[in-house]
């Protein structure tokens, strides 16, 4: 019987070294859990049925020498990442039964080292959510509460670590679609500086603001993960040279506070949890700053104008014509809107009307075109802050996992469970989600720390000081 409660990557790879246990006996027993627990979860859409043959093959990476600390990991991939003849669908019925004709980037590098892929996990359609609520495919629970959320859109990525129905997982960054999810479900969640990993082959929702993030048990799984992944690649335009990627060390320890972006909307016990949080920091030997975001407070409403635009746009190409569904229709216009009504959820729905708005003919300056100056202008500010400050540190979400079903019928409460994640996805900097403890309902907490451009490696350090402090 393998202990998967406390197993990390770290971990099994020193046993399936050892020989303590072999790749197929550990997806064996992560199998077991998905038969037991996925039937009320509801994680994984598809359950592969190579998994034994991928343990097979990764097994031989250990017997020839050559395995690396990914080899024989099963791994949780998210249903918007395309592996080559399997089913790829956003949770959309507009691409249901869809398969890849080519592997995502990421996956081409993780077949190499003999990752093992369980299943794909279900999301918000198109990543559209952060609640995994809008699925075509059913809403994803909490393994901490099944009663709740765990968050979106990564919300069946989060829930499959979390329930221990995988060592490891993938998700993608809109706006917090990880961070959030492993604030919900107790995980560290990593959202990379754009352009660190490949976007190729992942089923686009807002081109300059996706970007592939992991999900891990605690820092170290994160960090192996995303050292793994980083690297330039051509086949993505977005992809950022290695020479241009300055990886320098933070070497001081100051650590900026935007107070001013969170007097109010934030649950009083997670404010408390913050300031604890902030006390055992200071008491590491961290210098704790107010600073100030003016701009930062149009995040989210700058966010909600930007990525309903790529949305609409990046939409436009299920037409029911070239692939994914299609209804009969009189005429070429009739085949259009029968197969989007039937294929596009609600939320879907909403966002390419909105996208399609503010695109428009008279109203393109006085949105798009404003909010593409006013992420601008945060991008200087969060860029101008770092000259000042080491790290910048917020809560992850403003409310704790909240119950199924609870916001789903107010899209304006449900967008501004954001509010926090917005500004790195907007500048692009990196940003790590970190638990923090646990609310007196036993539901967790979880703070966010922003670096530079490229400064993954310092938030891997405050990370694990973190960690460490704080009895992880």
């Known amino acids: 019987?393998?202990?998967?409660?406390?197993?990390?990557?770290?971990?099994?790879?020193?046993?399936?070294?050892?020989?303590?246990?072999?790749?197929?006996?550990?997806?064996?027993?992560?199998?077991?859990?998905?038969?037991?627990?996925?039937?009320?979860?509801?994680?994984?859409?598809?359950?592969?049925?190579?998994?034994?043959?991928?343990?097979?093959?990764?097994?031989?990476?250990?017997?020839?020498?050559?395995?690396?600390?990914?080899?024989?990991?099963?791994f949780a991939i998210k249903d918007n990442i395309l592996i080559k003849?399997?089913?790829?669908?956003?949770?959309?019925?507009?691409?249901?039964?869809?398969?890849?004709?080519?592997?995502?980037?990421?996956?081409?590098?993780?077949?190499?080292?003999g990752a093992v892929f369980l299943g794909r996990t279900n999301m918000d359609e198109f990543a559209m959510g952060s609640s995994t609520e809008t699925s075509a495919y059913g809403v994803t629970r909490n393994p901490i509460d099944p009663s709740r959320v765990p968050g979106g859109s990564s919300g069946g990525s989060a829930a499959?670590?979390?329930?221990?129905?995988?060592?490891?997982?993938?998700?993608?960054?809109?706006?917090?679609?990880?961070r959030e999810p492993s604030a919900f479900c107790g995980l560290v969640g990593l959202k990379p500086t754009y352009g660190a990993l490949s976007r190729q082959g992942i089923i686009a929702m807002g081109n300059s603001l996706d970007q592939v993030s992991p999900f891990g048990k605690n820092v170290r799984d994160a960090e192996i993960i995303f050292k793994a992944l980083s690297r330039y690649d051509e086949e993505d335009s977005t992809s950022v040279p290695e020479e241009l990627r300055n990886k320098s060390r933070i070497q001081n320890k100051k650590i900026g506070v935007p107070w001013h972006l969170f007097k109010e909307g934030v649950d009083e016990e997670i404010l408390e949890n913050f300031k604890a949080s902030l006390e055992k920091l200071k008491k590491a030997g961290y210098e704790i700053m107010d600073i100030e975001l003016p701009t930062s407070k149009y995040s989210l409403a700058a966010y909600y104008i930007i990525m309903p635009a790529e949305v609409s746009?990046?939409?436009?190409?299920?037409?029911?014509?070239?692939?994914?569904?299609?209804?009969?229709?009189?005429?070429?216009?009739?085949?259009?809107?029968?197969?989007?009504?039937?294929?596009?959820?609600?939320?879907?729905?909403?966002r390419i009307l909105l996208g399609t708005y503010?695109?428009?003919?008279?109203?393109?300056?006085?949105?798009?075109?404003?909010?593409?100056?006013?992420?601008?202008?945060?991008?200087?500010?969060?860029?101008?802050?770092?000259?000042?400050?080491?790290?910048?540190?917020?809560?992850?979400?403003?409310?704790?996992?909240?119950?199924?079903?609870?916001?789903l019928d107010d899209p304006v409460a449900m967008y501004l469970s954001d509010i926090f994640s917005a500004p790195a996805n907007l500048s692009?900097?990196?940003?790590?989600?970190?638990?923090?403890?646990?609310?007196s309902a036993g539901?967790?907490?979880?703070?966010?720390?922003?670096?530079?451009?490229f400064g993954e490696e310092a938030l891997f350090d405050v990370g694990r000081k973190f960690e460490e402090i704080n009895g992880e």
């Open 1 to 74: 019987m393998i202990d998967l409660k406390n197993l990390t990557i770290e971990k099994a790879h020193e046993a399936l070294t050892r020989g303590d246990f072999s790749c197929r006996e550990l997806a064996e027993e992560y199998l077991k859990n998905i038969t037991e627990k996925n039937g009320e979860l509801n994680a994984y859409l598809e359950i592969y049925d190579d998994v034994f043959l991928q343990a097979e093959e990764a097994q031989k990476k250990f017997i020839d020498g050559i395995a690396t600390e990914l080899t024989g990991i099963p």
């Open 85 to 113: 003849g399997r089913k790829v669908s956003a949770s959309s019925k507009i691409l249901e039964n869809y398969k890849a004709v080519y592997d995502a980037t990421v996956i081409k590098d993780l077949k190499k080292v």
């Open 160 to 178: 499959a670590l979390a329930g221990d129905m995988a060592l490891a997982a993938l998700g993608t960054e809109t706006c917090g679609s990880v």
């Open 313 to 350: 746009t990046n939409l436009s190409r299920f037409d029911g014509i070239r692939y994914g569904l299609s209804e009969q229709g009189e005429n070429l216009k009739d085949v259009y809107m029968k197969s989007r009504g039937k294929g596009f959820g609600k939320e879907a729905r909403r």
């Open 358 to 407: 503010v695109l428009s003919h008279g109203y393109y300056d006085a949105y798009y075109n404003k909010a593409i100056k006013v992420r601008e202008k945060i991008k200087e500010e969060i860029i101008g802050a770092f000259e000042k400050v080491d790290y910048i540190l917020t809560p992850t979400a403003p409310v704790l996992p909240f119950k199924l079903g609870e916001k």
């Open 428 to 439: 692009g900097v990196p940003s790590i989600a970190l638990p923090s403890g646990f609310s």
């Open 443 to 453: 539901l967790p907490f979880s703070i966010q720390f922003m670096a530079p451009h």
